[in-house]
C-alpha cells in the first residue's frame, strides 16, 4: 500500500512536469515621443493661437505675444525663447513650464514656435537697441547695477514711456528704483550667449535712496507688506504697472495701479501716482529722497497718493 501510494505520487509530479510551460504575456510600454507641434497645442495653442498669431480661446487681461509678428519678450533665439518658456514672465499670463515640460520637450516647442515666421532672423549683438516709439513699452529681465557698488537685480523690469523717460523697477516688490531720461535699453539679453543683463542708455536723474529701497508699504501695526506684480499695460500714454498688497499670510490689503511721469516747470519733477483701491487700512512709507501730496494713512476705500521726485538736469 505504501509503495502504492508513492508511485502514485511520482506519476502525477511527471504528469504536472509534462504540461507544456504556459506562455508568459509581456506587456511593452510603449514610449511616445511628442513632437514640438503636440506640446504647443496642448500647452500653448490656447492663448498664443493655433496658428501663434496670439488669438487664443482664453480671455487675457492683453493680447498673447503674436509669433506671427516676431513678437519675442527677451529674445527670438532658441535660447532666449527656451528660457522664457521654461521660467514664464512674472507679472503676466505667462506661467513657466519648468515643471511641467523636460529641456528636450522645451526645445521642440520653441523649434515649432520658430516656424511660425520663417524669415525670422536672429538679432545681432549690434541690433539690440530698443527704441520707444509713439506707445510704452515694458521689458522685463536681469538688470546691470545701477552704479557702481550696487547690486545686480536677477528680476528687473524697465518701463520706457514715448517723452523720453523710463523707469527702472526691481520687481519682486515692485519698487521704483531708478529714472532715466535719453535712450530707453540695450537688448544684451537677445543675443545667442543668454543670462545677459538689459542695460538701460538713458542718464540716471532719480535715484531712489541710493537705488536700494526698503519697502514703502505697511500694515496699520507697522508690520512690510509686499508688493506683488498682478500686470503691465502699455495701451495708455504712460506705462502702467498694476500690483497687489498683502501680508505674509497671503491676506489682500489693496490693488494699486502706478504711472509715473514728468511735469513741466523750473525744474522737472516726476509724480509717481498712485491710484489705489484699499480692502484694509495700511501706511505709505514715502522714499527719504521724495515727498507726497497727502497723508501716509489710507483708509479702507478708493484713493489716490502721488510720491514726488525732483529730478537732476541731465547732461
Request: charged residues 20%; proline residues 6%.
Amino acid at each position: 500500500m505504501k509503495h502504492h501510494a508513492i508511485l502514485l505520487v511520482c506519476i502525477a509530479f511527471l504528469y504536472g512536469c509534462s504540461e507544456p510551460p504556459q506562455e508568459q504575456t509581456v506587456v511593452q510600454k510603449e514610449i511616445t515621443i511628442q513632437s514640438g507641434e503636440h506640446l504647443y497645442m496642448m500647452y500653448c495653442a490656447s492663448c498664443h493661437g493655433t496658428t501663434g498669431d496670439g488669438k487664443g480661446l482664453i480671455a487675457l487681461d492683453r493680447p498673447a505675444r503674436s509669433f506671427i509678428e516676431g513678437g519675442f519678450s527677451f529674445g527670438n533665439t532658441v535660447k532666449a525663447i527656451a528660457k522664457t518658456t521654461r521660467s514664464g514672465i512674472p507679472g503676466t499670463p505667462m506661467p513657466p513650464f519648468a515643471e511641467l515640460l523636460t529641456d528636450e520637450e522645451i526645445f521642440r516647442v520653441v523649434q515649432h514656435v520658430r516656424q511660425f515666421a520663417p524669415m525670422l532672423k536672429e538679432v545681432l549683438p549690434n541690433e539690440t537697441e530698443m527704441v520707444v516709439h509713439e506707445r510704452p513699452a515694458v521689458v522685463r529681465g536681469m538688470i546691470s547695477p545701477i552704479q557702481d557698488g550696487l547690486q545686480l537685480h536677477p528680476r528687473g523690469l524697465l518701463v520706457g514711456n514715448p517723452d523720453g523717460f523710463s523707469y527702472e523697477y526691481r520687481v519682486d516688490d515692485v519698487r521704483l528704483l531708478a529714472i532715466r531720461q535719453g535712450k530707453f535699453v540695450e537688448r544684451s539679453d537677445w543675443t545667442d550667449r543668454g543670462g545677459s543683463p538689459l542695460t538701460p542708455l538713458g542718464i540716471v536723474v532719480v535715484l531712489v535712496e541710493g537705488g536700494n529701497p526698503n519697502g514703502m508699504f505697511q500694515s496699520a501695526d507697522g508690520k512690510l507688506l509686499r508688493a506683488k506684480l498682478k500686470s503691465t499695460n502699455v495701451l495708455t500714454a504712460f506705462g502702467t504697472l498694476q500690483y497687489e498688497l498683502l501680508d505674509k499670510e497671503g491676506t489682500l490689503y489693496a490693488i494699486v495701479l502706478e504711472t509715473c511721469e514728468p511735469t513741466t516747470g523750473v525744474r522737472t519733477l516726476v509724480e509717481q501716482r498712485l491710484s489705489i483701491h484699499a480692502l484694509i487700512p495700511f501706511l505709505i512709507t514715502t522714499p527719504s529722497t521724495a515727498t507726497m501730496d497727502d497723508a501716509s494713512s489710507v483708509p479702507a476705500g478708493k484713493h489716490s497718493r502721488t510720491i514726488i521726485h525732483a529730478a537732476r538736469e541731465s547732461k
